[in-house]
């Protein structure tokens, strides 16, 4: 009897500390105080942007013409634009135009990237063969050059700047899905699951997909830095977001000339994406360590 | 070799994206003018009247042979052009990375090295902030703080190497430091990464037991180790640089490659942008393949 | 005592040696790169004032806008207006050693008028041959009277290339332009520099004491003019309205005005079928919910000049009758009710990307928003707003032109039915009638009556709402001597001294 019960006990006992890879994950996540900060950081200006009109103390449109340029005070935080427009409005408002690019562009590119990596890499053979010299054409072409010109042929708007990053970005992934998969469909688990007569469609998604995700999760991260970065650099060129919507790019597309006079202007936008991008970084690299298999 | 259909395919790609663009390249050459007969002889001089597949075939045949068609807007061969702004974007590229090696390898020892305390995230914090700002908003800040407000450096332009090295130096630093920047942080991670792994690796602890002194172990043995995939890497960063030097040329008007392309880009000077693209890619895949050579020959068990 | 001597003469030989060394060298930061340096091929406002250089004209403009001698020293109209008989300057050399005289200029007027490519023809068109009457002496027949033809000689139409140089390299001249200008083209690096080195032989040489001239293209404002505050440069054009208190504050540099030729305004396409564009009633609506003035204070502040005619209240063919209307917002409302349209309701804004343009563009929004008026901006890239303007695929457009110095090349190319550049598609026969008219009498007097008529006619369609004209705005490092500043916005290198 008392064997009985000291067995279940050594039971629950090994139960409790065997740790599910998340969790084991989420404590060496945990331990990178860099990138617990950083997502603390994010979740700030998500919630920023999701509460804009709440929190935001003048509508950002809203122009007022005798207080142009205006340094910041008491009445304008963070001062007033060319056009006598609240920089602190526009930059909460420009937070949902920016991480909006940011989430959107990854989100387009992983989901075109993601399933094409995975028939190339499962399949092999001359689809692989194709798809790869596409993506390495892709991956040759300059990025800022192929979102320039996507976005002038789409058209200038923040859909498509997102679209024009998107696709930029996808060649990336598909890269990425491609590497692992091939690591992965050679692993003893797959063959398995072959040899039991699964259908190939339901090994990859089943038992290959869940296992590459951690390295997706990880670049998924870093992208959305680069494509806050790349909606900037394109707003900047007058290719994102139109006016007089803010976005943080185009608030320093305007700021470039009073950089002199009214340098609040840029200081406040450049530091939200600096922040923002920075952020994501720090999350990513936090995210790579923490997924790492090989730490301990 | 895949360098052939990869080719292709950027050609078409390229080509493709130039030609759908919106605006009619001979309007955006005519500008305030307006002569419906110049503009005519315009297209027709440069074929922009027949339809794509043919225009696609004569610049095909006119690559092959070594003419990358005009600049519609100078007038200049493409090939001259790009040839005058080869050594500039060289010049450039060359800072940036070495640059980028100092800043981004240095804090990727030092974070593998120091891995968790203060140092590790203050290197990363610093490899980071390259690719956290915006290049085009870091140059002209640096503009403003470095020429304008204390003189110490000209504001833009180019001085070539061979002619003045000094002031060749003073006008690329902040061009090529902004670049540098950039590539700074993936350079940290690659050697963050491979420094932590070779650390930790056999090798390292055989020498550690051996009594070694640890910056011995680290300078002579985990590095050397650690550093050849970092400096392949170096080499294959070069399309993110062309990509990063597209907003720095036009800020530091440094007459190179990017500045040259994003302006054709704009003049829908078709033959300019697929020349460049064509030549960058070609340059780009060739890189690739002799860091590819490169790593086999330095790892001999990816030999076999 | 010998060696006193040849101590002194060896001192002076140094001396003059290192005055001679010290080239003096006039760095001119430009806003765009220019594109072709040939004057028959070339259509970049940049591109004629690198011209200014290396081009001389037939003749060159006063600040009054008269045409003054530069390679000719007088003209003549018969009676008739059918020809025009213009006097060249005797004892001119191009830049290769070649002589100027007729032949030259016959042939450097029929190159503008049949080259392929050539831009200048349009400019040209009323032109049906040029004559030699003798080697100093020309004579232009006309197919119809024309009196804006001095003007056009004053512009990159009248200058003059060098028949040999021009034969030889055809369509490739432009790579190395040859003129009579007070400057040799010597190199051009695109996007870099172009560079010039004084001509020895230029017919106003004495004015010359310049040594060499750069033009650099800096196409970022902010950085343009740090350039030239840390001395990187002596000269740039189109300097920032909203830096102007910035260069006058600074006791280094000095700033250059004029106001310019040119305009901007917003085009209204009339086949388009919205309610701006269908009824001019509706278009008076808008104009009137404009405030000029505030548009000039807050984005240029107050330095531009707000305009609603195609030349500025101080030209001398501004029409006093018709001044420039305050903001009226209870009028905008009344006419709107007035031609039944139902507010709000959007219009299609296409604006040319900048960030000028951009900001009078939400400026304009915001005041057309008040009366109920959506102006929905959609910034365009330069090459996209050309094909659509042309197509009419727009509902307004915010357009700049750069002016010419005759009214008339602000006006027959924007109002004539059909013509090039009347984007908004507007055809009235009457106006067509005017606009003809108005280019026969060489009196002024004369012309300005018929532009009264037109102008009534103009204003009340209103195809065009005319913002502001632009100022000419150069700023330069207070060593240069000399620089006069005229409207045409041209960087005229002659008489300059370099301290």
Redesign the interface.
């Known amino acids: 009897m008392a064997e009985a019960a000291l067995t279940a006990t050594a039971v629950a006992n090994a139960a409790e500390s065997i740790e599910t890879p998340t969790a084991r994950a989420m404590r060496r996540f945990k331990?990178?105080?860099?990138a617990v900060f950083a997502l603390v950081v994010i979740a700030v200006f998500v919630a920023a942007a999701m509460l804009a009109p709440l929190i935001s103390p003048y509508d950002p449109?809203l122009?007022t013409?005798s207080a142009?340029r205006k340094a910041p005070s008491a009445l304008h935080w963070f001062g007033t634009d060319?056009?006598?427009r609240d920089v602190l409005a526009r930059v909460i408002f420009g937070a949902r135009a920016s991480l909006l690019a940011g989430v959107i562009s990854v989100a387009i590119a992983l989901l075109v990237g993601v399933p094409v990596g995975l028939v190339s890499g499962y399949v092999g053979g001359f689809i692989d063969a194709l798809f790869s010299?596409?993506t390495?054409?892709?991956?040759?072409?300059?990025?800022?050059?192929?979102a320039?010109?996507?976005a002038?042929?789409l058209?200038?708007s923040l859909g498509n700047a997102m679209i024009a990053i998107g696709v930029t970005t996808t060649p990336i992934f598909i890269r990425l899905t491609r590497g692992q998969v091939m690591v992965v469909k050679v692993e003893d688990y797959v063959e398995a699951a072959r040899a039991v007569g699964n259908p190939h469609w339901r090994i990859a998604l089943v038992h290959v997909l869940p296992n590459i995700l951690p390295a997706l999760l990880v670049q998924a991260t870093l992208s959305i830095?680069?494509a806050i970065?790349a909606e900037?650099?394109l707003s900047?060129?007058?290719?994102g977001q139109?006016?007089?919507a803010p976005s943080w790019?185009s608030m320093?597309?305007?700021a470039?000339?009073?950089?002199?006079?009214a340098p609040w202007m840029?200081i406040w936008p450049?530091l939200a994406?600096?922040l923002t991008?920075?952020s994501f970084?720090?999350v990513g690299?936090g995210l790579r360590d923490a997924l790492d298999p090989?730490s301990r | 070799m895949q360098l052939i259909p990869t080719l292709f395919f950027v050609s078409v790609i390229i080509f493709s994206l130039q030609h759908l663009l919106p605006g009619d390249p001979a309007l955006v050459m005519a500008g305030e003018e307006r002569d419906p007969a110049a503009i005519e002889q315009i297209r027709q001089h440069y074929h922009l009247d027949r339809s794509l597949p043919v225009q696609y075939v004569y610049w095909v045949k006119g690559a092959l042979s070594g003419d990358l068609g005009e600049s519609m807007r100078l007038k200049e061969p493409v090939l001259s052009l790009i040839v005058k702004k080869l050594p500039v974007t060289i010049t450039l590229a060359s800072m940036a990375i070495i640059i980028a090696l100092t800043i981004g390898v240095g804090a990727g020892i030092v974070s593998a090295v120091k891995k968790d305390s203060l140092w590790d995230y203050a290197a990363n914090a610093l490899a980071l902030w390259g690719i956290s700002t915006p290049n085009f908003w870091l140059g002209i800040m640096l503009i403003f703080l470095f020429s304008v407000k204390l003189g110490w450096l000209p504001a833009s332009g180019y001085v070539p190497l061979t002619e003045d090295w000094r002031a060749s130096l003073a006008t690329m630093i902040m061009p090529a430091f902004v670049l540098g920047n950039a590539i700074a942080a993936i350079l940290m991670r690659h050697t963050r990464s491979a420094m932590l792994h070779v650390l930790e690796s056999d090798y390292i602890r055989t020498a550690r037991a051996k009594g070694l002194l640890e910056h011995s172990v680290i300078f002579k043995h985990a590095l050397r180790n650690a550093l050849t995939p970092v400096i392949t890497l170096g080499a294959l960063e070069f399309g993110t640089l062309l990509s990063g030097a597209v907003l720095t040329e036009q800020i530091f008007a440094v007459p190179g490659f990017g500045k040259l392309i994003v302006d054709a880009v704009f003049n829908r000077d078709y033959a300019v942008v697929q020349g460049v693209v064509l030549v960058t890619a070609t340059a780009y895949m060739t890189l690739n393949l002799l860091a590819d050579m490169a790593y086999i020959l330095v790892n001999p068990r990816l030999r076999g | 005592m010998r060696a006193f001597q040849l101590a002194t003469a060896a001192m002076l030989l140094l001396v003059s040696a290192g005055i001679a060394c010290a080239q003096t060298t006039l760095r001119i930061g430009l806003a765009e790169d220019p594109d072709i340096l040939d004057p028959t091929l070339a259509r970049t406002y940049v591109g004629r004032i690198v011209f200014a250089s290396f081009c001389d004209k037939l003749f060159d403009i006063d600040e009054k806008l008269n045409a003054v001698p530069q390679l000719a020293l007088g003209y003549e109209t018969a009676p008739d207006g059918l020809s025009v008989t213009i006097k060249l300057r005797p004892n001119v050399k191009f830049h290769d050693g070649e002589p100027f005289n007729a032949a030259a200029a016959k042939y450097s007027l029929e190159r503008h008028m049949t080259m392929a490519g050539s831009f200048r023809r349009p400019e040209l068109a009323a032109v049906d041959r040029v004559e030699v009457v003798d080697p100093l002496t020309i004579k232009i027949v006309l197919k119809a009277p024309f009196a804006p033809l001095i003007a056009q000689l004053t512009d990159r139409s009248g200058m003059m290339v060098s028949p040999k140089a021009a034969t030889e390299a055809g369509d490739k001249f432009g790579l190395h332009p040859v003129c009579a200008g007070p400057y040799k083209f010597v190199e051009r690096v695109p996007q870099d520099r172009i560079v010039g080195e004084k001509f020895a032989d230029y017919w106003n040489k004495d004015n010359v004491h310049i040594d060499r001239v750069v033009y650099l293209p800096i196409s970022d404002d902010t950085v343009r003019l740090a350039n030239l505050k840390s001395g990187g440069l002596d000269l740039i054009e189109r300097a920032l309205a909203t830096d102007i208190k910035d260069i006058r504050a600074d006791p280094k540099l000095k700033l250059a005005t004029a106001l310019g030729l040119g305009y901007t305004g917003i085009d209204i396409n009339e086949r388009s079928k919205n309610p701006l564009g269908s009824s001019a009633a509706v278009r008076q609506a808008l104009d009137a919910a404009i405030d000029r003035e505030a548009i000039n204070q807050v984005v240029f502040n107050g330095e531009f000049v707000p305009g609603n005619q195609w030349v500025s209240s101080e030209n001398s063919y501004y029409q006093q009758a018709f001044p420039v209307p305050k903001r009226d917002v209870a009028k905008a409302k009344a006419l709107l009710k007035q031609a039944g349209v139902t507010t709000p309701f959007d219009v299609d804004f296409m604006v040319p990307k900048g960030a000028e343009p951009q900001a009078v563009a939400e400026v304009v929004q915001a005041m057309a928003g008040e009366v109920g008026i959506n102006m929905k901006i959609r910034v365009t890239e330069f090459a996209t707003s050309l094909k659509q303007a042309e197509a009419g695929e727009y509902q307004a457009y915010l357009l700049g032109w750069s002016g010419r110095s005759d009214p008339d090349g602000n006006l027959y190319s924007f109002y004539k039915c059909k013509a090039p550049l009347n984007y908004p598609g507007s055809c009235n026969p009457d106006v067509d009638k005017l606009l003809d008219e108005s280019r026969v009498p060489s009196d002024q007097a004369q012309r300005k009556a018929i532009y009264e008529k037109l102008t009534r006619l103009l204003l009340d369609d209103v195809s065009i709402i005319y913002l502001y004209h632009p100022r000419v705005l150069i700023a330069h490092t207070v060593r240069l001597d000399g620089y006069r500043q005229l409207p045409d916005g041209l960087v005229r290198v002659v008489g300059l001294r370099l301290k």
Do not use: S
């Open positions: 331990r990178r105080r860099g449109d122009q013409w142009v060319d056009v006598g010299r596409i390495d054409a892709l991956l040759a072409c300059p990025f800022l050059i192929l320039i010109a996507l002038a042929f058209g200038p830095a680069a970065i900037a650099a900047f060129l007058g290719l139109q006016p007089p790019g320093l597309n305007a470039q000339r009073f950089l002199v006079n840029a450049g994406i600096f991008v920075l970084n720090l690299d090989r």
